[in-house]
């Protein structure tokens, strides 16, 4: 598994973004993609099974970077008989059908892309960086590429926006694209430097398992698609996975996505690959099992620690007092009750 990460810039200017605090923008040379391609090589089994995953920054404003890679991946993957899945996740504004059908051409066959609310809130929240509104031109974007390739609209939640949910699920039906999506609703988590506004706006964990199953039921209702279960093949952090690696763009090698902002998190680099690393070592030998509450918590088989990156790092980023636990801790019950709305309402 690999993130790759071709720029840390953006044409967005979040209010809430963790990116805001990097004033990195560059921008992943050839060179750089040429060693990705490399690795891809010597790391991919024949027979085996790649997958690549397009992060920001914002990854369209290097689309022609993530089709020269994904054009030589086509040939590794020919060669090795080698199986692939691969996604993007971006805000959509210049997800438009031209590069959707390129990217699919390439095999990259999902966009995952983030909303936050209905337009007058979105817009305030995820406007370009000129300050132009962005909401119209995404629904556009995915009304226009939700037959060339699988969306899954991630719904940002906050205590201001919560109640629009259905608004906006209106929309879906109104603009008739329900039914080739998918939807994922998330929590917005405020930072260290985010302002009061921000911050007061934000849900705990715990206040977000009481808000999510009666979303997730309205979801339900409207015979939108939506996986609101954990599965045994699912973390709930990609680096607690020994085969995953994020390569930042100047090629630096990291655990999390988390960290790409700061060099002196990463564990290599993709031309000087090192299979020993200080950086690499703290990040494998953590251990859920060292924290008391989370060896006695009966969802410690699914969640399997929670957010890595708070067990491993200590800096501030995140709010001192971030929650890394899992909402499942708290409503996994009335999700297994909604699993099985779900499969009546899907006959």
Same mark, same amino acid.
């Given at each position: ?16 973004? /963790? ?6 923008? /560059?921008?992943?040379?050839r ?82 892309? @983030? ?25 556009k ?36 694209i ?26 705990? @964990? ?49 655990k999390c ?50 957010c ?25 019950e ?14």
């Open positions: 598994m690999i993130t790759i990460v071709p720029t840390l810039d953006c044409n967005f200017k979040c209010i809430y973004c /963790y990116e805001s605090n990097c004033k990195d923008r /560059y921008y992943m040379t060179d750089t993609a040429e060693h990705i391609i490399k690795y891809i090589d010597t790391f991919t089994p024949n027979g085996g099974m790649l997958r690549i995953t397009w992060f920001g920054g914002e990854p369209t404003l290097a689309l022609k970077l993530i089709y020269y890679i994904s054009d030589a991946v086509s040939d590794i993957l020919l060669r090795k008989n080698a199986s692939y899945f691969s996604m993007i996740v971006t805000n959509g504004y210049l997800l438009d059908k031209k590069a959707a059908l390129r990217l699919r051409s390439y095999g990259v066959e999902e966009a995952c892309i @983030t909303i936050d609310g209905c337009a007058e809130s979105h817009d305030i929240r995820r406007p370009l960086k000129s300050g132009k509104e962005t909401f119209d031109t995404i629904i974007n995915i009304i226009d590429i939700s037959d060339i390739m699988n969306v899954c609209i991630r719904y940002s939640v906050d205590r201001d926006n919560m109640e629009e949910f259905s608004k906006f699920l209106d929309i879906l039906e109104e603009t008739n329900k039914e080739k999506i998918r939807i994922e609703i998330i929590r917005i988590e405020a930072y260290s430097y985010s302002d009061s506004i921000v911050k007061n706006r934000e849900l705990s @964990t715990c206040e977000f398992s009481k808000v999510y199953p009666e979303l997730v039921k309205q979801v339900i209702e409207r015979k939108i698609k939506i996986d609101f279960l954990p599965t045994q093949n699912r973390t709930s952090c990609s680096a607690l996975l020994s085969n995953h690696v994020v390569i930042a763009p100047r090629g630096e090698l990291h996505i988390y960290t790409v902002w700061n060099s002196a998190e990463s564990f290599g680099r993709v031309d000087k690959f090192s299979k020993l690393n200080e950086n690499l070592v703290k990040w494998m030998n953590a251990s859920p099992t060292d924290n008391q509450d989370c060896k006695n918590c009966k969802v410690l088989p699914i969640c399997v620690g929670g890595l990156r708070s067990m491993v790092i200590n800096d501030t980023v995140f709010n001192d007092s971030e929650d890394r636990c899992i909402q499942h801790k708290y409503n996994i009335k999700l297994i009750k909604l699993k099985y709305i779900q499969s009546i309402f899907e006959k």
